[in-house]
């Protein structure tokens, strides 16, 4: 497919934001060989929505069938036999199989009477529920795929589920037979602001950069979450009517979120209680001790499944290589939840939350506090942004810094929220700060600024040049200090550019 056929083809009407994503399906869709793509991220974030909008817009036979969750090993057959009839036979009633290798003959059986120039899609939608335990859906998977479906050039196969541990270990990096079989892989994320401000204007919402940040503390960048917005409202109006009123779609969430991903989720929920405790993160090994499982591969993979589905980062500071990693909490709503929804449960439950009890806490200091450490977690979301705002090399690598003095407890520590390691032997340091006005630096904040960096010089004896930037909501408000150590600065208008 030439490069402007592709161009008309991606871009369409119903689906906001995701060029990348929607161009690489029109490379699968208009290439000459069979495709094998497999596309994962955090539930409810669009990925059913992207794959069937995206091609209802093109022509092709499009057979999607999806994995029921808890359902049986004959409710999954039982579907899938429905959804060839529906596809391929006009809906007419088709007996289900009683193992995966004959329904995948029949859907083969049905595709080979297709005329030889069409293009046919299969869309398996949450395929880890299909494959239920001793279903052997992978064995036909591999079978099928090898022997048929890979020598059909007509046909694009597209795996899809919100487990993405198990897309990821048992589709990508397969060692069986479908050992290197994907063609293509699309990891969709949670919108970007910019994407987030692009889909409300879709909808006619119109908002200011201000109140889709307040709301984007809440909801992340979870389109379906985003959905839910009325025209007309504030944000804490948003808020309150989301997350703090009965019927509200976000009071009971976070539970049905975990317990659809995970088959034991009370240990995944316990550790995100325990990341969440911690502002500035968790060590592995504070976080192996807290939660008392047994240090191993066992609990090393549920760390990485937290980290696979988009809940939590893991990171390693400036200077420490591959030893210091702690965790830090990546997603918005569950942050928000275990600090705000859910100790107010039972009033909420009860009916007994006004309409005007959100605005009351969100003028609180503690709801300031909170709204800073979340809009830090939102710029580390942001890092190509930042980093395109202030001009660093592509080649720049982000890090954070952190020091407690451990021997000496007079001494001083330093938190340093993100730092650009530049090729051309500086270190951008950055300060990040949340205002409801441009944010201003006095001869007290200036001071406490020039330590942490002494003491991240002292620290990690680096002889690199130290520039010194800002990321604030508002800008600075210029000063006598602000003018002799900031060299730059980034503000929330920056971080909704189109990178």
């Not at 600024?449 to 991240?456: D, E, I, R, S």
């Not at 004896?461 to 730059?488: C, D, H, W």
Request: overall charge positive; glycine content about 6%.
């Amino acid at each position: 497919m030439k490069k402007e056929e592709i161009e008309s083809t991606f871009v369409t009407g119903k689906i906001i934001g995701r060029e990348k994503e929607q161009e690489i399906l029109a490379q699968v869709f208009g290439s000459n060989r069979a495709e094998f793509v497999a596309v994962y991220g955090r539930r409810r974030v669009g990925k059913t929505y992207l794959i069937k909008n995206f091609f209802d817009s093109v022509n092709c036979v499009f057979f999607d069938v999806t994995g029921l969750q808890k359902g049986s090993l004959h409710d999954q057959l039982e579907e899938f036999a429905v959804q060839i009839g529906v596809t391929f036979y006009g809906g007419a009633s088709i007996t289900p199989r009683k193992r995966w290798r004959d329904a995948f003959e029949d859907l083969t059986q049905a595709i080979s009477k297709l005329p030889k120039n069409k293009k046919i899609v299969l869309f398996f939608d949450e395929l880890p529920w299909m494959a239920t335990p001793r279903s052997k859906l992978l064995m036909a998977l591999e079978l099928y795929w090898n022997r048929y479906w890979t020598s059909d050039n007509r046909l694009k196969l597209i795996i899809c589920g919100s487990s993405t541990s198990w897309i990821i270990e048992k589709i990508i990096n397969n060692k069986g037979g479908l050992h290197n079989r994907v063609t293509r892989t699309i990891h969709l994320k949670p919108f970007f602001l910019f994407e987030v401000e692009k889909y409300l204007k879709e909808r006619r919402i119109h908002l200011d950069l201000r109140q889709i940040l307040n709301i984007y503390t809440v909801l992340g960048g979870v389109p379906l979450y985003w959905s839910y917005l009325r025209k007309g409202v504030s944000s804490n109006q948003c808020i309150g009517e989301l997350c703090f009123q009965n019927n509200g779609p976000l009071v009971k969430e976070f539970g049905r979120l975990f317990a659809s991903l995970f088959e034991d989720s009370k240990i995944y929920i316990d550790l995100i209680r325990i990341i969440a405790k911690h502002r500035y993160g968790i060590g592995q090994a504070a976080l192996i001790s807290q939660s008392k499982l047994p240090p191993g591969g066992t609990t090393a993979t549920r760390f990485q499944q937290l980290e696979e589905a988009g809940f939590i980062t893991s990171l390693v500071p400036y200077g420490h290589k591959d030893k210091g990693i702690y965790y830090v909490i990546d997603d918005e709503y569950s942050l928000f939840y275990l600090h705000w929804i859910e100790p107010n449960q039972k009033t909420i439950s009860k009916k007994s939350t006004h309409q005007g009890f959100w605005l009351s806490q969100s003028k609180s200091p503690s709801w300031k506090s909170w709204a800073g450490i979340a809009f830090e977690s939102i710029c580390y979301k942001h890092i190509d942004q930042i980093r395109s705002s202030l001009k660093l090399d592509p080649g720049s690598i982000a890090s954070t810094w952190r020091y407690v003095p451990r021997y000496e407890p007079e001494e001083a520590g330093a938190q340093i929220d993100l730092l650009f390691d530049c090729p051309d032997g500086t270190i951008t340091i950055c300060e990040i700060k949340c205002s409801e006005s441009p944010f201003v630096i006095d001869k007290a904040y200036a001071a406490a600024l020039q330590t942490k960096m002494a003491v991240f010089r002292k620290q990690t004896r680096t002889k690199k040049q130290f520039f010194l930037a800002m990321v604030t909501t508002f800008g600075l408000k210029p000063t006598m200090y602000s003018e002799a150590i900031v060299t730059n600065q980034v503000t929330l208008e920056d971080l909704f550019k189109e990178i």
